[in-house]
């Protein structure tokens, strides 16, 4: 009933040109997402706008009641955005690993730095979350020395360890040879099936259809159709959607 | 050919002057690098316009005027406005001063060359910019700039033979005294030479070895 997500009137421009034309949906607790679309249709751009990372233009962002981004009316700064930021967890389509960093210090800074946790626990916690993304036998590893599948694995698992309300993921397979999208998209799965929320956008429209529970079909900067995963997928009732989802398919 | 007492006794000269070099290396050596890198952060994490502007003009007016004018201004001008600062305060103030510019540009340079993601992924943790600045980006950036720096700690080793201008007391001060009493001119310059590369080549081979353990983590 009550919404975990709710985002209302969301627009966003680049300059004059409009990216996101007005968006509204909702996202229960324990609820997966799907945003699917053509490049362009600003579903990435959308997701961005959860945490602020891109400013909307207009409208509202509510997570857990709290709204995103803005105080007594007055834009908040990237410092005040922080602890509102903790709360969302973000996989981005380039992994965006630390170099400098070996993946246990990767997953464990945000706890020790944001949470404040010491040392030894956040260590703890970070082997914790490598072990959910099966990830412990490189604990020590540099994010360098890792394929690309292993990095987005270690990726998830520190945004895990942020032990967020809400998943957000940007495009997680995107930059992936093909042979390591499997390993990233089983342990997404895993996830799901942890009762967690998450908003995913993504171009794997079998896995879109298999893991969430609902599909939205973003296309010129508007939500086209939504809907149950499978219907939005299998039977869509908008040409834009049959003719994209066409496409995608050969 | 002299002979080996001669080259005894240069070399002694010259050495008395070894100390004031290295001193005034080293501590324009961190004047610039705290300076620098201070003004570098400044300059790519904060939005005032009249900062950016100031640190803009620093850095070009200081990298354009030869080292001597500058620290001729610096020791000779400020006496006449009745700042008289030591020879030696006066070389560590305008190398270091000189050398801030110069870093700033290096530190500048590794901080841009930092993936967009790097800082995005931090705030998304959760992380405050200032906290994303210290544990993400200057970590990263650092270890980009070291070949830079390590050029300009080399480069200033060799200039601060220019200080001896202003009669600070180092290698080179030395040897111009000494050849214009004993005409040893080869001698004396050359042995000067060897003292520079004595103090040069060490530090060009620190600062390979740290390129080589840091190189490996560029991403």
Redesign the interface.
């Known amino acids: 009933m009550d919404a975990l997500l709710s985002v209302a009137g969301l627009r966003k421009s680049f300059g004059s040109v409009e990216v996101l034309k007005g968006i509204d949906f909702s996202v229960k607790a324990g609820e997966k997402i799907a945003l699917i679309g053509p490049s362009g249709s600003g579903k990435s751009t959308c997701l961005r706008c959860m945490n602020f990372l891109e400013t909307p233009t207009a409208g509202e962002i509510l997570l857990d009641g709290e709204r995103i981004g803005m105080r007594n009316g007055r834009m908040m700064s990237d410092r005040q955005l922080a602890p509102q930021r903790a709360e969302m967890g973000m996989v981005f389509q380039l992994f965006n690993l630390w170099p400098h960093l070996t993946v246990t210090e990767n997953v464990a800074i945000a706890a020790r730095k944001v949470r404040g946790l010491a040392y030894k626990e956040a260590r703890e916690l970070a082997l914790d979350m490598l072990a959910k993304v099966h990830m412990t036998h490189r604990a020590d590893a540099s994010p360098l020395e890792l394929s690309g599948g292993q990095q987005q694995r270690v990726a998830i698992a520190r945004a895990l360890a942020q032990k967020p309300k809400l998943m957000l993921f940007d495009e997680p397979t995107s930059a992936l040879d093909p042979e390591l999208v499997c390993e990233v998209l089983n342990v997404i799965e895993e996830l799901a099936g942890e009762g967690r929320t998450m908003l995913l956008v993504t171009h794997e429209i079998a896995f879109a259809r298999d893991v969430a529970d609902r599909v939205m079909f973003l296309d010129g900067g508007v939500i086209v159709e939504e809907g149950p995963a499978s219907a939005v997928i299998n039977t869509p009732r908008e040409e834009r959607t049959r003719s994209f989802l066409k496409q995608i398919r050969h | 050919m002299p002979d080996f007492e001669t080259f005894r006794l240069v070399l002694e000269g010259l050495v008395a002057g070894l100390g004031v070099t290295v001193l005034v290396a080293l501590s324009s050596l961190a004047i610039g690098l705290a300076l620098g890198f201070a003004l570098s952060l400044v300059r790519e994490f904060t939005r005032t316009r009249a900062a950016h502007f100031a640190i803009d003009a620093y850095v070009e007016l200081l990298r354009n005027i030869p080292a001597l004018t500058h620290l001729f201004i610096l020791y000779f001008g400020l006496a006449s406005l009745g700042l008289r600062l030591s020879s030696i305060a006066a070389a560590i103030l305008g190398l270091g001063l000189i050398g801030a510019a110069v870093t700033c540009d290096i530190f500048r340079a590794g901080f841009r060359s930092l993936?967009k993601?790097?800082v995005?992924?931090?705030?998304?943790?959760?992380?405050?910019?200032?906290?994303t600045i210290i544990?993400?980006l200057a970590?990263?950036a650092m270890?980009i700039a070291l070949p830079g720096l390590g050029n300009y700690a080399v480069q200033l080793v060799k200039d601060t033979s220019v200080v001896s201008a202003i009669a600070a007391p180092e290698i080179m001060f030395f040897a111009r005294s000494m050849v214009t009493s004993s005409f040893q001119t080869t001698l004396i310059y050359a042995t000067a030479a060897g003292l520079y590369l004595l103090l040069s080549l060490p530090l060009m081979q620190c600062v390979r070895v740290l390129e080589a353990h840091y190189g490996?983590?560029?991403?």
Do not use: D, F, N
Not at chain 2, 120 to 131: F, M, Y
Not at chain 2, 216 to 219: F, N, R
């Open positions: 993936p993601g790097q995005e992924a931090g705030l998304a943790v959760g992380l405050t910019p200032r906290q544990s993400i970590p990263q270890r490996k983590l560029k991403g």
